[in-house]
């Protein structure tokens, strides 16, 4: 993931900073952990760079719980439709380890920076899988929280630690 975020960072120069960590954490697969890896590289100040991110990530999160269904009838009568089939694959493959816990589970596979894990997919499943929009939503931001806190620890703490010793 390093190596794809010092790309869009290299792509993306000449644009502030922040900017660059927003549209960043926007990404799916990348999200609010791409734009923390971003905002260590570009030396952004982690409490500076917590709301961009977080910001970024939480953006598209209601769009995709309230329309993703739509899309997706809309799209598979398109060339897109073995895209969606994809992804629809990918939420059910998902759903078995989110629906043991629900909504303690959803905070967890968001909240856990784990590849294929975070809130684009978490969303996808509460919607196709109908979690109330309330349970999704807290659900989701807290997933969000906990991912910023061990992203934060990663990103910036463990490296000012190594330049410590």
Known sequence: MENLVKSLVEALSGIPNELIIFIISLFPILELRGGLIAASILHVDLWRAIPICVAGNILPIPFILLFIEKIFEWLKNTRFVKMINKLEEKADKNAKKIMEHKNLGLLLFVGIPLPGTGAWTG???????????????????????????????????????????
Do not use: E, N, Q
């Open 123 to 165: 969303s996808l499943v509460a919607a196709l899988f109908h979690f109330k929009l309330k349970d999704a939503s807290l659900s989701i931001l807290g997933g969000i929280v906990l991912a910023t806190v061990i992203m934060s620890l990663i990103s910036y703490g463990i490296p000012y630690l190594i330049s410590l010793i």
